[in-house]
């Protein structure tokens, strides 16, 4: 068993009979009759999904089977038969966020859009943020999970800043200089990840004044 087993569970997992091993008798339905076990409950994928984002938000690295039943209120076995590897689970589960959710529309200038979206530096993580950010920790050994937790936290970040940019400029900006304050925007949230840090709103203020805004300028 390996490492990752371990940590997630996953030698708690049932084992799948192969198709050329025998059927313990325990095991085998009556001739003629289909065996049924219990219907699954619709909602309960939906708790699982949910409960994966908890523990991912609030436990860190501490991801854990048991923690996700507890939570999700659900057993082991109903986990496995939606998601045999516990990875997959933390790949849905970090796809289903949305950490921009409560992010305000674009609308106006190339300021105000900056100002709007650098905004949310002057909050806490979100719990939706704080499950997608916890992902990219795990992603060293995942390159999937590193995909989902680019495409709901890196990629969308990037197109509010670049349809910001470009708002109500005649004529646009430079791709090269759209592409340098992409660059700090990244920064400044790679940061604010990693610290979990709140800035204050006039100092939001001043980084779209001082240090965005001049890098558009030609």
């Not at 009556?30 to 049924?36: F, H, N, S, V």
């Not at 949310?120 to 997608?132: G, I, K």
């Not at 590193?146 to 495409?151: H, S, Y």
């Not at 509010?160 to 992409?182: D, I, K, M, Y």
């Given at each position: 068993?390996?490492?990752?087993?371990?940590?997630?569970?996953l030698g708690?997992?049932?084992?799948?009979?192969?198709?050329?091993?025998?059927?313990?008798?325990?095991?085998?339905?009556?001739?003629?009759?289909?065996?049924?076990?219990?219907?699954r409950?619709?909602?309960a994928?939906?708790?699982?999904?949910a409960?994966?984002?908890?523990?991912?938000?609030?436990?860190?690295?501490?991801?854990?089977?048991?923690?996700?039943?507890v939570?999700?209120?659900?057993?082991?076995?109903?986990?496995?038969?939606?998601?045999?590897?516990?990875?997959?689970?933390?790949?849905?589960?970090?796809?289903?966020?949305?950490?921009?959710?409560?992010?305000?529309?674009?609308?106006?200038?190339?300021?105000?859009?900056?100002?709007?979206?650098?905004?949310?530096?002057a909050?806490?993580?979100?719990?939706?943020?704080?499950?997608?950010v916890?992902?990219?920790?795990?992603?060293a050994?995942?390159?999937?999970?590193?995909?989902?937790?680019?495409?709901?936290?890196?990629?969308?970040?990037?197109?509010?800043?670049?349809?910001?940019?470009?708002?109500?400029?005649?004529?646009?900006?430079?791709?090269?200089?759209?592409e340098?304050?992409?660059?700090?925007?990244?920064?400044?949230?790679?940061?604010?990840?990693?610290?979990?840090?709140?800035?204050?709103?006039?100092?939001?203020?001043?980084?779209?004044?001082?240090?965005?805004?001049?890098?558009?300028?030609?």
């Amino acid at each position: 068993m390996t490492t990752q087993q371990t940590m997630f569970g996953l030698g708690n997992a049932p084992r799948a009979h192969r198709s050329d091993e025998p059927v313990p008798p325990g095991d085998a339905a009556p001739t003629g009759r289909r065996r049924t076990g219990r219907p699954r409950d619709p909602q309960a994928t939906g708790r699982i999904i949910a409960a994966t984002q908890d523990v991912l938000a609030s436990d860190g690295c501490s991801v854990t089977v048991e923690a996700i039943t507890v939570r999700g209120g659900v057993g082991k076995a109903t986990i496995y038969r939606r998601w045999p590897h516990v990875p997959d689970l933390m790949v849905d589960a970090v796809t289903a966020t949305d950490p921009f959710a409560a992010a305000p529309a674009p609308d106006g200038d190339t300021r105000t859009q900056l100002l709007a979206v650098l905004g949310q530096l002057a909050h806490p993580l979100s719990p939706h943020e704080c499950t997608a950010v916890v992902a990219l920790h795990h992603a060293a050994w995942d390159e999937r999970l590193r995909q989902a937790a680019e495409d709901v936290l890196l990629n969308p970040l990037r197109d509010r800043v670049a349809a910001a940019c470009r708002s109500g400029s005649t004529p646009e900006p430079p791709a090269e200089r759209v592409e340098a304050l992409l660059t700090v925007v990244e920064a400044l949230w790679v940061r604010r990840w990693s610290t979990r840090s709140v800035q204050d709103p006039a100092q939001v203020e001043l980084l779209v004044d001082d240090v965005l805004l001049p890098l558009l300028r030609p």
